[in-house]
């Protein structure tokens, strides 16, 4: 057999699936691609996660867009993080174009135009479904992997979470958390001590100042009540087309910490409530995380080794991961190893810095007798990537120039009203967009100072004045101490009552 005909018995044998599958695009080979050579990916190793890259403007947006039509189209929902905003046009059907047409005819792949079940989702004020978790759900060991906080700060965090538990007081949001702290390290300071132990006010002073820095960085908008129900991520419409779950994310790109708090505690929430799946034929859920590097480069290290252990254990959850960013060097040695699909657009070098990643990515892919990698890497055309996969028996495939298929929804971002029609009929809207601010830790804790206070008055006004030349009684000196301690908590809880206000608005 000459070249080609090997080229094409390689990329079907690599390619081939027994059970469904879904199908990217079509081989290239010697910049021409072979109509005969579909790029199939089975949906059984879809759980093993994966990675899209390349440079801006080289087509990954609509190979995520691909790739989450067929899933849907195989009754498999979505979870979209779109920080761009250039993903909503999933929604409405595209438009048959000659261009589009003239692709798919050269890898023989029928075009249709198609529109997807689509909700939208928010971690802010924008409109859509509102993603909302507890500081409770969070735990105190993966509240404190989000500060940044040490050994001896952490320590003090599950404290907290302990003493609340054991007083029946719901720490919902960053106000309840903030007014625990406030509570140990004056009026409560003795109480704690009994129980727990002594607690440094230099601690409890970090870590108020971390919790701060979180909600500046929208964290108060995102702890809360309605809490969101990860069984509404997994939602099948009645033409049997997987949910396409898109999170608007574009006034948060400034907020990493807030951006990584919430992914943390999605994936964390997945894991801990989904049953094990096992070698199931297809996943229950597909994830994509635009523009990753936020995440990385703003993690610390306790954040990163959760992130790398979630990605390891997830799969046996019926989950996949797919991270998406410019250069695969910006994901973690740790949890690239964890990627079984790398979809590769081109890679630009402007610089020797620029050289020297493409040669450190080149070297990530398996060999091929028919490319040279790292020269290919730079020639790639929109549209086109190198892409490598595991097969039904997790044997990394051939590594493969693709022409990626066009979209079959709309190539462009949804107008305004488009927007309130699909949140005017959505049923999540509905059911997340009351905000529930029931009895917790910080009304718990002000009725107890405020019991406190009212039984010092009485106590004051029911003993009997007494004078004397030595100076004031014993029970003048406490009740003095006790008002002078309540007096200062009543302003400090006015402080924070006028600060949530402000966030409020």
Same mark, same amino acid.
């Given at each position: ?66 790739? +989450? ?54 971690? +802010? ?101 309605? +809490? ?241 030349? +030595? ?35």
């Amino acid at each position: 057999m000459n070249k080609k005909e090997n080229f094409i018995a390689d990329i079907k044998t690599g390619y081939s699936s027994k059970g469904d599958s879904i199908i990217l695009g079509g081989a290239i080979l010697d910049g021409e691609p072979i109509a005969e050579a579909h790029v199939k990916i089975p949906l059984k190793t879809l759980n093993r996660h994966g990675l899209i890259a390349g440079a801006t403007g080289t087509g990954k947006t609509k190979t995520i867009q691909v790739f +989450s039509e067929q899933l849907s189209n195989a009754g498999i929902p979505v979870l979209m993080m779109d920080i761009k905003g250039d993903f909503s046009g999933i929604a409405k059907e595209g438009k048959e174009e000659g261009f589009i047409t003239e692709r798919h005819a050269k890898i023989n792949i029928p075009y249709n135009v198609a529109a997807f079940p689509v909700e939208l989702m928010s971690l +802010s004020k924008q409109n859509g479904v509102r993603l909302r978790a507890t500081v409770s759900e969070f735990g105190p060991v993966l509240f404190s992997r989000i500060l940044d906080l040490n050994d001896t700060q952490a320590g003090v965090v599950a404290v907290i979470f302990k003493y609340c538990d054991d007083n029946q007081m719901p720490l919902l949001d960053l106000k309840d958390i903030k007014k625990v702290i406030n509570y140990i390290t004056e009026e409560g300071k003795d109480e704690i001590a009994a129980s727990y132990g002594k607690i440094s006010t230099a601690t409890t002073g970090t870590i108020l100042r971390k919790i701060i820095e979180l909600e500046q960085q929208g964290g108060d908008l995102f702890f809360g009540e309605l +809490s969101f129900e990860t069984d509404d991520l997994m939602r099948i419409d009645e033409n049997g087309k997987g949910y396409v779950n898109i999170i608007r994310l574009t006034d948060i790109q400034d907020k990493p910490k807030l951006f990584s708090t919430f992914m943390l505690s999605l994936l964390a929430e997945i894991y801990q409530k989904m049953p094990e799946k096992g070698d199931a034929e297809q996943p229950e859920l597909v994830i994509f995380i635009d523009e990753a590097h936020l995440i990385f480069n703003e993690a610390s290290k306790a954040l990163l080794e959760q992130i790398e252990t979630i990605v390891k254990l997830i799969r046996s959850k019926g989950v996949g991961i797919y991270f998406v960013t410019q250069n695969p060097m910006d994901v973690p040695s740790g949890v690239l190893a964890q990627l079984g699909l790398k979809i590769q657009h081109a890679l630009r070098a402007f610089t020797a810095n620029d050289r020297q990643a493409i040669k450190k990515t080149a070297d990530n892919y398996p060999t091929s007798p028919y490319y040279k990698t790292d020269e290919l890497l730079t020639s790639l055309g929109i549209g086109e990537a190198l892409v490598t996969a595991l097969n039904e028996k997790g044997i990394p495939t051939p590594l493969v120039a693709t022409m990626m298929r066009a979209p079959m929804s709309r190539m462009d971002v949804l107008s305004q009203s488009e927007i309130d029609e699909i949140n005017g009929k959505s049923k999540l809207v509905k059911k997340y967009a009351e905000e529930i601010d029931r009895e917790s830790a910080f009304e718990i804790l002000n009725k107890k100072l405020a019991d406190a206070a009212e039984a010092a008055t009485q106590q004051e006004e029911q003993a009997p004045a007494k004078t004397s030349k +030595s100076g004031p009684s014993t029970t003048e000196v406490v009740t003095k101490s006790v008002l002078k301690v309540v007096t200062s908590a009543t302003f400090i809880r006015g402080v924070f009552g006028v600060l949530t206000k402000i966030f409020k608005k």
